[in-house]
Nanobody, 124 residues
């Protein structure tokens, strides 16, 4: 089992920034691609961003491309999501996820482990 714990969520005004953190434990971190997904009330969980085991490959959903940046620190076993130019439609619970393969994917069902989520609220 891999345990994932998110932090860094909160309330921010539109146009502002937030940085989300995900701490991983329990498995060899470098064997996993990592991702962030989000879920707003009444909607399905959607892919946001993902990064390969080495950090050399990243994926983003179109709506966050150019505004969000995913990164990982293998020494600290952490994954980060830097969010800028936030919009009210970015409001959701954000989940960190781990995949037992080295390459990232946009398909949320391919992720094997999930954190409990952290709330991000963007006010207009």
């Amino acid at each position: 089992q891999m345990q994932l714990v998110e932090s860094g969520g909160g309330l921010v005004q539109a146009g502002g920034s937030l940085r989300l953190f995900c701490a991983a434990s329990g498995r060899t971190f470098n064997n996993y691609a990592m991702g962030w997904c989000r879920q707003a009330p009444g909607t399905e969980r959607e892919f946001v961003a993902a990064i390969s085991w080495s950090g050399g490959s990243t994926l983003y959903t179109n709506s966050v491309e150019g505004r969000f940046t995913i990164s990982r620190d293998s020494a600290e076993n952490t994954v980060h999501l830097q969010m800028s130019s936030l919009k009210p439609e970015d409001t959701a619970v954000y989940y960190c996820a781990a995949r037992r393969f080295t390459q990232p994917t946009m398909e949320t069902y391919r992720y094997d482990y999930w954190g409990q989520g952290t709330q991000v609220t963007v006010s207009s």
